[in-house]
């Protein structure tokens, strides 16, 4: 996926992001690391492996703390979420991988760093690798519906969630293959979430 240095969220949406003080439900903050600080870093990476077993994905902001105060990244700190070197990072957690774009956001004077995650592809995004008290090899990690956090999949809710979104995507894979070998032929088949993601980076770039 390639990066996008512009466009994404504006100022203004930032500001309403903020503005409740909490996370939103498709919305984690991260206060401000290096992303060579492996600690912080699998912090990071478990919000987006939440977001990317969400439906419609979700947004990672870096440079936020839990209260939603906009601390903001120092430079020496902001130059090392570079989208190659974070790409990079994810997929030694994420099985099979994410998808997303990195913006850079200027607000008030403070820089930050917005992770727009896709929801998965075809089939939910796993843990690669344990990381003590924060990741689980083999684990699921969801956004989950009870407060706004990212946790192993906590009840049947998440869990039911999950599975729709996976069946959704395997009923649609299915109907792909059989408009190609000629067994469907009406009707255009509608744009996977994949595709309007894809899309709605075009507009970033």
Not at 50 to 79: C, E, K, P, S
């Amino acid at each position: 996926m390639a990066n996008s240095d512009t466009g994404g969220l504006t100022e203004q949406q930032f500001r309403e992001l903020l503005s409740p003080g909490y996370e939103p439900y498709g919305v984690e903050f991260k206060g401000p690391g290096y992303r060579s600080d492996r600690q912080f870093l699998v912090q990071v990476a478990r919000a987006v492996l939440g977001m990317a077993n969400r439906r419609d994905g979700g947004l990672v902001i870096i440079g936020v703390d839990d209260g939603g105060n906009a601390v903001g990244l120092a430079a020496d700190q902001r130059a090392t979420w570079d989208y190659d070197d974070v790409a990079a990072s994810l997929a030694e957690y994420a099985d099979p991988y994410v998808s997303f774009a990195l913006q850079p956001l200027a607000y008030e004077g403070r820089d930050f760093v917005i992770l727009h995650v896709a929801e998965f592809d075809e089939i939910p995004v796993l843990c690669r690798r344990d990381y003590t008290g924060v990741l689980r090899k083999g684990a699921c990690y969801v956004r989950t519906r009870r407060m706004p956090e990212t946790s192993e999949i906590p009840s049947q809710t998440e869990m039911r969630e999950l599975l729709e979104l996976a069946v959704d995507k395997g009923v649609r894979k299915f109907i792909e293959r059989a408009r190609a070998t000629g067994l469907l032929t009406s009707g255009p088949v509608p744009p996977t979430n994949q595709e309007r993601f894809d899309e709605q980076l075009e507009d970033l770039r």
